[in-house]
C-alpha cells in the first residue's frame, strides 16, 4: 500500500459517479479484504456490485448520489458502533489505494433496500466507484481545537493527529477532541454528534494508522 498519509490526503466524498460496475479486479481484491476483515472482527460486510437500487431514491441537498452501483453494507453484531467506523474506514483507505472513490452514508440511500440479518445491525453503506472527480479537501477546524499538545510532541503524535483530522466525519462536524495524557497514552472524546460513535471509530482508525499502534494506548473518555 501507498504511504497511509498520502491515501487519507487523497481520499474525499465522491458522490458523482460514472455509471459503471467496479472491475472484476478490484471487486476480487475488496472481496478478499471484506473476508479478512469480517474473520476478524465478526462483522459481516458485504460488498454490492452494479446493484444501483440503495442510491436511486436521492433526497435533494445533501447527500444526493449519481451514477452510483456499488456499495458496502456495513453490518455487524448490535451496539458495536465504534467498530463500524473503525473497520469500515479501513476498506475506504483500501478501496482509494486501488484508485476506487468512496462516500460514507448514514442517512441518504434507500433503506428498505438493504436488510439486516438476524440479531444484526446495519450501520452504514459505503458507496464506492469512480467518481466523475477525486472531490475536494473537507473544511477543518483548527488543528489545535481538535488535538491538544501538539507543540514539543513526538513525531508518532504529531502524524496521528495529521491523520485524524483528515478522517470523515458525519456533516464534517469533527465532534472528537484529543490530548496526550501521560507518556505514551491518548485521551480521546467523542463529543455529541450525529454518528458519534462510528466517527469516534474512524478517528481512531486514521489516528492509529499514521501514529503507529506500537506507539501507545487508548485512555478513552465518554
Ligand atoms: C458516519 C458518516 C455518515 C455519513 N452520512 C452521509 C450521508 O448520509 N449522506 C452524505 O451525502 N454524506 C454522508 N457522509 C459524508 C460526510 O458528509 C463527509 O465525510 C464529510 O462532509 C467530510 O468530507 P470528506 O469525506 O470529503 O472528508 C457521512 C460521513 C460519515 C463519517
Not at 491538544?148 to 491523520?163: N, S, V
Request: glycine share 10%; charged share 30%.
Amino acid at each position: 500500500m501507498e504511504d497511509i498519509l498520502s491515501v487519507m490526503k487523497k481520499r474525499h466524498s465522491v458522490r458523482r459517479y460514472k455509471n459503471l460496475p467496479l472491475t472484476e479486479e478490484h471487486a476480487r481484491l475488496i472481496n478478499e479484504e471484506v473476508e479478512k476483515v469480517n474473520a476478524e472482527s465478526g462483522f459481516s460486510i458485504r460488498l454490492m456490485v452494479d446493484e444501483p437500487e440503495a442510491f436511486k431514491a436521492g433526497k435533494p441537498h445533501y447527500g444526493s448520489f449519481a451514477g452510483c452501483r456499488n456499495y458496502l453494507v456495513i453490518e455487524g453484531p448490535k451496539k458495536n458502533d465504534e467498530l463500524a467506523g473503525y473497520w469500515g474506514e479501513h476498506l475506504v483507505l483500501f478501496a482509494q489505494n486501488l484508485g476506487v472513490n468512496s462516500c460514507w452514508v448514514a442517512l441518504t440511500y434507500e433503506k428498505s433496500k438493504v436488510k439486516a440479518g438476524e440479531g444484526r445491525e446495519i450501520y452504514v453503506v459505503i458507496a464506492l466507484g469512480y467518481g466523475e472527480s477525486e472531490g475536494v479537501p473537507h473544511k477543518s477546524k483548527p488543528a489545535d481545537k481538535l488535538v491538544k499538545g501538539l507543540e514539543g510532541a513526538p513525531d508518532w503524535y504529531r502524524k496521528g493527529a495529521e491523520g485524524a483530522i483528515l478522517a470523515p466525519t458525519a456533516i464534517n462536524q469533527q465532534q472528537f477532541r484529543i490530548e496526550p495524557c501521560g507518556e505514551n497514552t491518548v485521551k480521546i472524546k467523542a463529543l455529541p454528534g450525529p454518528c458519534r460513535k462510528i466517527d469516534l471509530g474512524i478517528v481512531k482508525y486514521h489516528f492509529e494508522a499514521c501514529a503507529g499502534k506500537e506507539n501507545f494506548t487508548w485512555f478513552e473518555e465518554d
